[in-house]
């Protein structure tokens, strides 16, 4: 099973990917290269959730939380505190991963149902919210501008635009390739155990706790620096959107919509999703209030009505199909 | 091999399971009757650590298990068919299978056992790389009592294995089990077929509203009248 992420690993996918991100983004518009960045900022987080939210079944919607953490905390010890961002953004991802644990072990020990879960942790994701409006140190309700961006990469700064593209490429993919690793690996395993049936998990003796935790372990800490890198390349650390709800529903909205428990399943919705959102709100924004999200709306409906598992699955389906020869050497 | 003493499991406080006594010795097949909400799977459950009981001890070959989890019970042997198979459905029977054998004591010896199993149940060979979940109900019972035998069980439990078969599937997974206690495994056998059990068990129990009613060889509890008024509630 290793060799699948080996393969993965040195797949020439990686070099085209790496020439067009040379090549491209300078010749973007600005508004445009805004679109890419925001699409890899969601294939990272939707990538980041799925090792909770696909694979192990567990619908959390406390990520707002970690995302939170990673982007008002940072910012906050840089503002307040004069801490380094590089050290903001660590601090940041270890009290994550702590309050993932502490999510992942609550669950384990009330032995929460899926619905439970999703309440539960959107009551903490709430929680987080009414904590930063609260708190003058995380911003309050009015939120923390960042100083400007002037490239001093020591400062974790990346001079905007197209140093914000790299860092965003680099976190996505990293999220997609943790992605591969865990499938790859017992520990994915395990987690599709849980997912499909936690009491014959149990009976086979699959250690719950301790992979329950892991998963969400892993995925907050992800969760947390790229919340870090969002904030950076943002500069205003705005609660209403990095602590919210909303960002959490986002992506699992991108998640399902692209193929949930799939290493490129979440990318691949993000991919589709943000950058038809920015450009149905950019081309009709202005024209009847509203339309866009009503657009939007019936996409999201028809791909689920299409393909409950996603859009991947179907274009697997479709793709096989076409060429079914490709599918039998697979 | 396994000794179960005044076990009493339960609830949120509610005792099910009052006072039950039983044993079984190495190589035997033991089976556990009752009607519906007897308690036969709140017994099952506590034998493989879903449950913790409230009091009483459960010894298994002389060690005391009685507080250890359902991880550290499969790795001694305690291994559990659960009720309705429970395989997982979104992965393959291969996949189903090799997961069945993660317990430190099997892990090594998992090529041998899926060549054992597999040769137990020629139709799941067939159907190796096929999802679990589109598998009939009787290939599902075939896969979840190969799951746990990948496990290296010593101690089979098999929670109503004949939940909702045909008639001929019955008869099969029953051969399977003579076969697998001819080869010397010791099996703990949860039934609600009566006769079905009787026959093919060496002794019995049967539980009352949590109570064992009666126990004996299984021609002994055949016969005696109080296992009928168990089963018919009177």
């Not at chain 1, 679109?35 to 294939?43: E, P």
């Not at chain 2, 439990?157 to 997974?173: A, H, K, T």
Request: overall charge positive; charged content about 15%.
């Amino acid at each position: 099973m290793r060799q699948e992420f080996y393969k993965t690993l040195m797949s020439p996918v990686w070099l085209v990917i790496l020439v067009l991100a040379a090549v491209l983004p300078p010749l973007l518009p600005s508004y445009y290269l805004h679109i890419v960045i925001l699409s890899l900022v969601y294939v990272a987080l939707a990538s980041a959730w799925n090792i909770v939210g696909g694979m192990a079944g567990q619908i959390s919607l406390a990520h707002s939380l970690f995302i939170g953490t990673g982007a008002m905390l940072s910012t906050a010890l840089l503002l307040k505190l004069g801490v380094n961002m590089w050290l903001g953004l660590v601090i940041s991802a270890v009290i994550s991963g702590a309050m993932g644990a502490m999510i992942a072990w609550i669950d384990f020990r009330f032995q929460l149902g899926h619905l439970s879960f999703v309440l539960i942790t959107l009551a903490f994701a709430e929680m987080g919210t009414v904590i930063v409006e609260g708190w003058d140190f995380l911003g309050g309700a009015s939120g923390l501008l960042l100083p400007q961006d002037k490239g001093d990469f020591l400062a974790f700064q990346f001079g905007g635009g197209i140093g914000a593209f790299w860092v965003m490429l680099v976190l996505a993919i990293a999220s997609i390739l943790i992605n591969v690793a865990i499938l790859n690996a017992p520990l994915g395993y395990y987690l599709r155990t849980i997912r499909d049936n936690e009491n014959a998990a149990r009976a086979i003796g699959v250690n719950i706790l301790r992979y329950k935790v892991a998963a969400m372990v892993i995925s907050a800490m992800l969760s947390s620096v790229i919340g870090t890198a969002y904030v950076r390349y943002l500069t205003f650390a705005d609660p209403y959107l990095l602590v919210s709800p909303i960002i959490i529903i986002e992506i699992v909205l991108f998640a399902t919509v692209g193929g949930l428990g799939r290493a490129y399943g979440p990318a691949f919705g993000a991919l589709l999703l943000v950058p038809l959102g920015e450009i149905l709100r950019g081309k009709l924004g202005g024209t009847l209030p509203g339309l866009h999200y009503f657009i939007y709306g019936v996409v999201v409906i028809a791909v689920i009505l299409m393909s409950p598992r996603g859009l991947l699955p179907l274009f697997e389906k479709w793709f096989s199909r076409a060429r079914p020869k490709a599918a039998t050497t697979k | 091999m396994l000794e179960v003493d005044h076990l009493v499991t339960g609830y949120g406080g509610v005792p099910v399971l009052q006072d039950v006594s039983l044993t079984l010795s190495a190589g035997e097949i033991v089976g556990l009757l009752g009607a519906n909400n007897a308690g036969k799977t709140t017994l099952i459950n506590s034998l493989s650590g879903m449950y913790a009981p409230m009091s009483g001890r459960i010894r298994f070959e002389g060690q005391d298990v009685t507080a250890m989890t359902p991880k550290q019970r499969v790795e001694i042997g305690i291994i559990q068919v659960p009720e309705g198979r429970l395989v997982f459905p979104e992965m393959s029977v291969r996949e189903n299978l090799l997961l069945g054998g993660i317990n430190a004591r099997a892990r090594t010896h998992r090529p041998r056992q899926m060549d054992h199993v597999l040769e137990l149940f020629p139709r799941l060979q067939e159907r190796l790389g096929q999802k679990a979940g589109t598998l009939s109900g009787g290939e599902q019972q075939m896969l979840a009592i190969g799951r746990a035998l990948m496990a290296e069980a010593k101690l089979l439990m098999l929670d109503e294995p004949s939940l909702g078969l045909s008639p001929l599937f019955v008869q099969y997974i029953f051969g399977i089990i003579d076969r697998l206690h001819a080869e010397g495994l010791s099996i703990l056998l949860i039934e609600q077929n009566l006769n079905l059990t009787l026959r093919h068990a060496q002794r019995c129990y049967v539980l009352e509203r949590g109570k064992v009613a009666v126990e004996g060889a299984s021609d002994v509890v055949k016969d005696d009248p109080r296992t009928r008024r168990a089963y018919l509630g009177l």
